[in-house]
């Protein structure tokens, strides 16, 4: 395992220019953005973008990355699979994939949540979800990459609903990027939290870790769904998920990519200073983890 961090994330922990950032706290991977734009971030700018829809383009992002000393651990996708235009998000998710394999990225980030979600019923919302990925990896079939839904939001969170995917698209090729937080965020028991996180250990393509400090009484009951997120999220290692027993739940299963830095509470704070220091001991913490 190895320690990597969103490219968003190096931003909000005070560094404008990514490559900058990641000098400055000592690692070397990413998960990249990929926007609606078929771009991801020049590590050089405070606000350029690089489009990679062209085998011309990733070609000129696989350059950048080396220039730099950066590679990248997965592209975070922002799916809706309940599009109105799904032909051209199956498109658009196909481009992502086709350079993800060009650049030898393992794994693109899925987004559970999708359009109208709590409205539909559960056995329609599984389907459409079923159907959405099943058309990527039939777009994608010659571009091995996997796919790791993520844990996100209402659905995201529930197990039902995950395992009805998996066992529905029955492909090796889909997984989890499973994040550390949000089974805690979406109300579930610490002690649930942490079975679940060892159920679904061993689908796990990539990793989004963060963590929340909820006052002890409200550690081991069933919560309202993200119940006061913004005032008790944490930097990762001042928080109630203990990221060594989860670290172990992953070697177990024979996880062997990187522990993602994702950091939410970094708003939290009001200087740059302070957040230059947190994210700095988030890393360091997560490096430790890794082995």
Same mark, same amino acid.
């Given at each position: 395992? #190895?320690? =990597?961090?969103?490219?968003?994330?190096?931003?909000?922990?005070?560094?404008?220019? &990514?490559?900058?950032?990641?000098?400055?706290?000592?690692?070397?991977?990413?998960?990249?953005?990929?926007?609606?734009?078929?771009?991801?971030?020049?590590?050089?700018?405070?606000?350029?973008?690089?489009?990679?829809?062209?085998?011309?383009?990733?070609?000129? #992002?696989?350059? %950048?990355?080396?220039?730099?000393?950066?590679? &990248?651990?997965?592209? @975070?996708?922002?799916?809706?699979?309940?599009?109105?235009?799904?032909?051209?998000?199956?498109? +658009?998710?196909?481009?992502?994939?086709?350079?993800?394999?060009?650049?030898?990225?393992?794994?693109?980030?899925?987004?559970?949540?999708? =359009?109208?979600?709590? !409205?539909?019923?559960?056995?329609?919302?599984?389907?459409?979800?079923?159907?959405?990925?099943?058309?990527?990896?039939?777009?994608? =079939?010659?571009?091995?990459?996997?796919?790791?839904?993520?844990?996100?939001?209402?659905?995201?969170?529930?197990?039902?609903?995950? %395992?009805?995917?998996?066992?529905?698209?029955?492909?090796?090729?889909?997984?989890?990027?499973?994040?550390?937080?949000?089974?805690? +965020?979406?109300? %579930?028991?610490?002690?649930?939290?942490?079975?679940?996180?060892? !159920?679904?250990?061993?689908?796990?393509?990539?990793?989004?870790?963060?963590?929340?400090?909820?006052?002890?009484?409200?550690?081991?009951?069933?919560?309202?769904?993200? +119940? !006061?997120?913004?005032? #008790?999220?944490?930097?990762?290692?001042?928080?109630?998920?203990? %990221?060594?027993?989860?670290?172990?739940? @992953?070697?177990?299963?024979?996880?062997?990519?990187?522990?993602?830095? !994702?950091?939410?509470?970094?708003?939290?704070?009001?200087? &740059?200073?302070?957040?230059?220091?947190?994210?700095?001991?988030?890393?360091?913490?997560?490096?430790?983890?890794?082995?």
């Amino acid at each position: 395992m #190895y320690a =990597s961090i969103r490219d968003a994330t190096v931003i909000d922990g005070g560094y404008p220019i &990514v490559a900058e950032g990641l000098k400055a706290l000592g690692v070397d991977a990413i998960e990249a953005e990929f926007n609606d734009e078929c771009a991801v971030r020049d590590l050089n700018t405070t606000d350029g973008w690089i489009s990679i829809a062209t085998p011309e383009g990733v070609a000129q #992002y696989k350059k %950048h990355l080396e220039k730099n000393g950066v590679r &990248v651990s997965a592209f @975070l996708l922002a799916n809706d699979l309940n599009n109105d235009d799904m032909k051209a998000e199956i498109e +658009w998710s196909a481009v992502a994939i086709r350079a993800a394999y060009a650049l030898g990225i393992k794994a693109v980030r899925i987004d559970s949540a999708m =359009s109208g979600q709590q !409205e539909l019923p559960f056995d329609e919302r599984v389907q459409k979800f079923v159907d959405g990925i099943k058309a990527i990896i039939a777009e994608t =079939s010659d571009t091995p990459v996997d796919m790791g839904i993520e844990n996100h939001g209402f659905q995201g969170n529930d197990p039902n609903f995950l %395992h009805g995917v998996f066992d529905g698209v029955g492909s090796d090729r889909i997984g989890m990027t499973l994040d550390t937080g949000n089974f805690y +965020w979406r109300g %579930h028991p610490m002690d649930k939290t942490l079975r679940v996180i060892e !159920e679904f250990a061993p689908l796990a393509k990539h990793t989004h870790v963060k963590n929340i400090n909820y006052p002890e009484e409200m550690r081991n009951i069933e919560r309202e769904m993200g +119940w !006061e997120y913004g005032k #008790y999220v944490s930097p990762i290692p001042e928080g109630d998920v203990d %990221h060594n027993i989860v670290v172990g739940f @992953l070697k177990a299963a024979g996880y062997d990519r990187d522990l993602c830095c !994702e950091d939410e509470s970094l708003g939290k704070f009001e200087t &740059v200073a302070e957040k230059n220091r947190i994210v700095k001991a988030d890393v360091d913490y997560l490096k430790q983890l890794a082995g």
